[in-house]
């Protein structure tokens, strides 16, 4: 039996073979042999190398063997020693070796003494030998252009990008192998990572680097921000400068220099399959249907895609699960590894080392006018906050759907079924509760939600799965009375074309107006022209609400956001309409009991049967099997306890649970490692125990008869009850408490604004002025405005009275007449302000009722006007009542230019267009 050393050698024999070295005993060394050699027991000036290292016949490096489990920290004073103790005259790269590893065969460092401040590094196994000889020929290493990066052209960025980049440069320059970046949903991150990305390749010199996902439609978008990005040096596209490969095949091109793939198939690659199926990257990673064992992926060398691959990892959208589940599969690469992310989680600060180099929250964003904020309307009708029940009466077939195949079938309730709102769109589809909150958000729409539109915003619907979304779509396409293309789903399951081609319908074309989802839209995808977000399911983890409400928060350019939706001046904020209570409840950062929610129990079962055992894995089933214990008859509970030795569902439950409940996991893990009272167990021990006792609790499962048992429980209880009978009532619609609280703090900072400087500003001097007093100019509204526009306001919007119009609308609807449609609108605003009991109406409401008064006057008086002069009339008042006034100058411009100009209307109205235009300017805006 080898010594603990000579197994360790032995490991170490193993991985260096794999990486291309050839290991030979010193006294049969052959240099010819292949480009790379490791000669064993080299002797040196003074002792012996463990391994010296040849590459094209010249020494490059060495290798210090240690025991495993030997602490490799400290150990490089030795390496070091090697590497200047070479006998005199051998052939080599550089002096002192410019590489030097210490390995157990388990765990392995890496020094590269080129490099800056040369410190060692965990790396997966050895570089291959043409890697070594490329780093010991450069005449800079990476880490050393990192430190001379010219300086960022900020001329195409947002602050927030600046720092961001700038930050994770430094930290780049200082050798920090890791690096996380919270940027707010839609402030730009895939659009800073081009830059930086660029920036790398450029002047850092980086030979490759991956940009790594969890869903194909995330990969395609980031390919698309690539192609679409400008080099602010070259004026070249990225990919016109460097090859950017976005992998559909499991072959990475030699001259990529960035790599896009999911994290599935880059796994895929690693354990050598030739092909993958591409519908595998169109659900997360960690959603993924495969992840069923929940333990690290394994990892094995891949001599076709060996370590030094790529020289950074991008990770975007990592505050998901991939680094858990997956983060073999990225450390894996010697590489510096940097996270993208909107909502970072404790674990996702705690794998990148709480290097946190940009901390920019969707707060921050709204303050600077990078997102737009948002407003909670609520509705509550009574079948969604209480159930019902529905009455068994005899000769009375109820439709039932089967959930799997979607058949139908009518035929009589066994008994009473009452059931609960839980129970909702998974074991009772109640058609009125659903018809209820789509009429509601139909009939409040234009008045409450989006006071004065009549285009329906663009609007994502969240489902709580695919046969609800179904639902949903009929019941808003009958609702609206539109059809197929005013609301789509899109989903993974959506047939027809492809999901990707609809969701580009959706950001760019003007159908469909609402799309439903599960969760395909839920997160990194871009939409920017939506503005309105109706949940119809909840969500319980915090992280992910974020991400579902940062689908809304994108800001757009006004001619962009109307070339979809055409009544839309500006988007300023985003609406969730919250139909389920998702805005008030409790969110967690935990996993669901259930952690496997997409996967059918089948598929569960199968992994079972297959030997998979873990904490997970026994959690889930374990929920499953508690939710059909609720709806088990006793008829099909009797083989189940059959075939479970006497155990019924309640106990394989608890078993199950116990099986990796903490307490007991590490109580067992003291007895097993007979651990002291004060000792606490190992990460790896607890991991082991808490394996074994899932193992365990899964035995039963192994039986097939009792998977049988269970599958044919559950499927006969797959059908769905059909309420067409029980009606819904509506409790409440309105804005959310918090909306109101936020819309009441604006108001009264904007009745303080006012007060404070109606001395100072000439718009408020002369609204406040006692009687009023005419002449109240445009220049001077734009200069309020402008007012507005900085703190301690800050309303960073086009038209800061857009927001404060919705604020007086969410808290005195009554007393809002009309939808502001300009910035003149501030003078209704300060008015309604300085006087609370006057109605807020918009000036071109009080213009236009003037307007007719005038015109009833002029006709009392014998004066009447031609359809020509009419039109003339109406140009001039809608001029008004956005401009306040109207000047002979004015009549250059459109309409007037294209009814004939000045010229024209003295045509028409002779030498009293003079007195005409003073008296509408004196009568319409008095």
């Not at 291309?20 to 790379?36: E, K, Y």
């Not at 880059?266 to 519908?279: A, P």
């Not at 409940?661 to 990460?683: C, I, K, N, W």
């Not at 220049?779 to 526009?789: D, I, P």
């Amino acid at each position: 039996m080898p010594t603990p050393e000579g197994a360790a050698r032995q490991q170490i024999d193993r991985q260096l073979e794999a990486a291309g070295w050839r290991v030979q005993d010193h006294g049969a060394m052959n240099l010819s042999a292949g480009p790379g050699v490791a000669v064993r027991e080299f002797p040196l000036k003074t002792g012996f190398a463990d391994y010296l290292l040849y590459a094209d016949g010249r020494a490059i490096g060495v290798v210090e063997a240690k025991p495993e489990g030997h602490t490799l920290t400290g150990v490089e004073t030795q390496s070091l020693k090697y590497t200047t103790n070479l006998p005199d005259g051998l052939p080599h790269y550089h002096l002192p070796l410019p590489f030097s590893y210490e390995s157990t065969g388990v765990e392995t460092q890496f020094t590269n003494a080129l490099e800056p401040d040369a410190r060692s590094r965990g790396v997966f196994t050895f570089h291959r030998p043409d890697e070594l000889i490329r780093l010991a020929q450069l005449d800079q290493q990476v880490r050393h252009h990192l430190r001379q990066m010219p300086t960022l052209d900020t001329t195409q960025l947002w602050s927030s990008q600046i720092t961001a980049i700038e930050n994770l440069e430094r930290s780049l320059a200082l050798g920090k192998p890791r690096a996380l970046i919270q940027m707010a949903t839609g402030a730009g991150k895939t659009f800073t990572a081009c830059n930086f990305t660029y920036r790398l390749i450029k002047f850092a010199k980086a030979k490759r680097i991956l940009f790594l996902v969890d869903r194909g439609n995330l990969g395609r978008q980031a390919h698309n921000e690539f192609q679409q990005f400008a080099s602010p040096h070259t004026q070249y596209n990225f990919t016109e400068e460097f090859n950017v490969q976005h992998l559909r095949s499991n072959k990475i091109d030699p001259a990529s220099k960035v790599v896009i793939t999911t994290i599935q198939r880059l796994y895929s690659i690693l354990q050598g399959e030739e092909v993958f199926d591409e519908e595998a990257e169109e659900h997360s990673a960690f959603e993924s249907v495969n992840q069923l064992n929940k333990q690290p992926a394994p990892v094995a060398y891949n001599p076709a895609l060996p370590i030094e691959t790529f020289d950074f990892i991008v990770i975007d959208e990592c505050h998901r699960s991939i680094y858990n589940l997956w983060r073999q599969v990225i450390e894996y690469f010697d590489a510096f590894l940097v996270g993208l992310t909107a909502t970072p989680t404790a674990q996702t600060i705690g794998f990148f080392g709480g290097n946190l180099v940009q901390d920019y929250s969707h707060e921050k964003a709204v303050a600077d006018g990078v997102n737009v904020g948002y407003d909670v309307y609520r509705i509550q009708t009574q079948i969604t906050e209480g159930g019902a029940k529905l009455q068994r009466e005899p000769g009375l077939f109820v439709p039932h759907r089967d959930r799997r195949t979607r058949a139908g079938r009518l035929k009589e309730l066994d008994d009473d079924l009452t059931y609960t709102a839980n129970q909702l769109d998974r074991d009772v589809v109640a058609k009125d509760q659903i018809r209820l909150v789509v009429q509601t958000f139909r009939d409040r729409l234009f008045t409450d939600i989006f006071p004065g539109r009549t285009e329906v915003p663009k609007t994502l619907v969240f489902a709580k799965n695919d046969l609800h979304a179904d639902d949903i779509v009929r019941v808003i396409r009958d609702e609206f009375g539109k059809g197929n293309a005013f609301c789509q789903k899109i989903t993974s399951k959506t047939t027809g074309r492809k999901p990707d081609d609809l969701l580009n319908d959706f950001r760019n074309s003007y159908h469909p107006r609402i799309a439903v989802t599960v969760d395909m839209i839920a997160t990194g995808t871009d939409v920017k022209p939506l503005e309105c977000l109706l949940f119809m399911r909840n969500i319980k983890s915090a992280s992910y609400f974020e991400q579902m409400k940062g689908r809304g928060c994108r800001i757009i350019k006004p001619d962009d956001l109307q070339s979809v939706t055409p009544d839309a001046k500006v988007k300023d904020r985003f609406v969730i309409v919250d139909a389920i209570g998702v805005c008030e409840q409790d969110k967690t950062h935990s996993k669901p009991l259930d952690r496997q929610p997409t996967v059918p129990l089948d598929r569960l079962l199968k992994a079972v049967a297959e030997g998979h055992a873990s904490a997970d894995l026994a959690t889930t089933l374990a929920s499953r099997l508690a939710r059909l214990e609720q709806r088990v008859t006793d008829e099909q509970h009797a083989p189940i306890i059959q075939h479970a030795d006497g155990k019924d569902l309640t106990k394989l439950t608890h078993d199950l649970l116990h099986a990796v409940d903490p307490d007991a996991v590490r109580e067992q893990a003291v007895q097993r490692f007979e651990l002291g009272p004060d000792d606490e167990p190992s990460t790896q021990q607890l991991e082991e125990v808490e394996r074994d006792s899932a193992r365990q609790a899964l035995k039963p499962f192994h039986n097939p008869r009792l998977r049988e048992a269970v599958l044919t429980a559950s499927q006969q209880s797959t059908e769905q009850v059909i309420d067409e009978i029980s009606r819904d009532q509506l409790l409440d619609a309105g804005y959310s408490a918090a909306a109101k609280e936020k819309a009441q703090t604006l108001v009264s900072h904007f009745r303080q604004f006012i007060d404070e400087h109606k001395d100072e500003i000439e718009a408020l001097k002369l609204l406040y002025s006692q009687p009023h007093r005419a002449g109240l100019r445009y220049r001077q509204v734009k200069e309020l405005a402008r007012a507005l526009r900085q703190p301690p306001l800050s309303l960073n919007t086009d038209h800061p009275e857009q927001p404060l119009w919705q604020a007086y609308h969410a808290l005195e609807p009554d007393k809002v007449k009309g939808q502001n449609k300009a910035l003149v609108d501030l003078i209704a605003l300060v008015r309604h302000a300085i006087e609370p009991a006057t109605p807020l109406v918009p000036v071109h409401v009080q213009v236009q009722e003037r307007f007719e008064q005038w015109l009833a006057e002029r006709a009392a008086a014998g004066v009447t006007f031609t359809p020509e002069q009419r039109r003339w009339l109406e140009a001039i008042r809608d001029h008004i009542a956005t401009s306040l006034a109207i000047e002979p100058d004015d009549f250059e411009d459109v309409p007037f230019s294209q009814l004939g100009g000045w010229g024209k209307a003295h045509q028409l109205f002779g030498d009293k267009l003079s007195d005409l235009l003073d008296e509408l300017n004196g009568r319409l805006v008095a």
